[in-house]
């Protein structure tokens, strides 16, 4: 990896591990307002980030070091949640480290995958799309993998939580297209500097 990716690629690494590993947290507590604490957790608010941080590594690098990303802020995101969250002696703790895990992993490579086919069509298509089927992937596997057969209402709580991530991915094209002009800005200061050095 050339140098001057790697100061990027590391604080996106670092920022979706710190995400991955508070949403594991937050996914734990209803969202207690509005009457909606049957079908919303707080995890539904900061997880779609991680959407965001993938599709913006790929479309500034690529999807080879877009999975970089992923895998060291799945391994980290992990880690975090397993020292910082996990009760050992509770089940439904460690099924949701777990169904964590598998759904991070899958919906972000394909997230990756959709981003890529669609990156050359108007720009806001590829994260809309990209985010928007990731986050039914993930959701699906998450809730499954960590609350079927359980007395908690998981489909319900599925269903509001994939409801808040597509309202996320719309409201996450703002973000994204100001910091991929951010990015652009410095990408072309630092070609112009070299360019003149």
Same mark, same amino acid.
């Given at each position: 990896?050339?140098?001057?990716?790697? %100061?990027?690629?590391?604080?996106?690494?670092?920022?979706?591990?710190?995400?991955?590993?508070?949403?594991?947290?937050?996914?734990?507590?209803?969202?207690?307002?509005?009457?909606?604490?049957?079908?919303?957790?707080?995890?539904?608010?900061?997880?779609?980030?991680?959407?965001?941080?993938?599709?913006?590594?790929?479309?500034?690098?690529?999807?080879?070091?877009? %999975?970089?990303?992923?895998?060291?802020?799945?391994? $980290?995101?992990?880690?975090?949640?397993?020292?910082?969250?996990?009760?050992?002696?509770?089940?439904?703790?460690? %099924?949701?480290?777990?169904?964590?895990?598998?759904?991070? +992993?899958?919906?972000?490579? +394909?997230?990756?995958?959709?981003?890529?086919?669609?990156?050359?069509?108007?720009?806001?298509?590829?994260?809309?799309?990209?985010?928007?089927?990731? $986050?039914?992937?993930?959701?699906?596997?998450?809730?499954?993998?960590?609350?079927?057969?359980?007395?908690?209402?998981?489909?319900?709580?599925?269903?509001?939580?994939?409801?808040?991530?597509?309202?996320?991915?719309?409201?996450?094209?703002?973000?994204?297209?100001? +910091?991929?002009?951010?990015?652009?800005?410095?990408?072309?200061?630092?070609? %112009?500097?070299?360019?003149?050095?």
């Amino acid at each position: 990896m050339k140098s001057a990716n790697l %100061r990027p690629f590391l604080l996106l690494a670092i920022f979706m591990a710190l995400i991955v590993a508070v949403s594991n947290y937050l996914v734990q507590f209803p969202f207690n307002f509005f009457g909606l604490e049957q079908f919303l957790t707080f995890g539904a608010f900061s997880y779609p980030i991680t959407f965001l941080i993938t599709d913006l590594c790929n479309r500034k690098y690529g999807k080879i070091l877009s %999975r970089k990303v992923v895998y060291v802020g799945f391994i $980290s995101g992990i880690s975090l949640t397993l020292f910082f969250s996990t009760n050992f002696n509770d089940l439904i703790s460690l %099924r949701i480290a777990f169904g964590s895990g598998i759904a991070f +992993l899958a919906a972000q490579l +394909l997230d990756i995958q959709v981003f890529d086919r669609l990156r050359k069509n108007i720009w806001f298509l590829a994260p809309f799309a990209s985010s928007t089927i990731g $986050s039914i992937v993930d959701t699906f596997l998450f809730f499954s993998i960590s609350f079927y057969g359980t007395n908690l209402n998981w489909a319900t709580l599925a269903l509001g939580d994939l409801s808040v991530k597509i309202l996320m991915a719309v409201l996450m094209l703002i973000p994204f297209r100001m +910091l991929m002009n951010i990015l652009q800005d410095t990408a072309h200061k630092y070609s %112009r500097g070299t360019s003149s050095a």
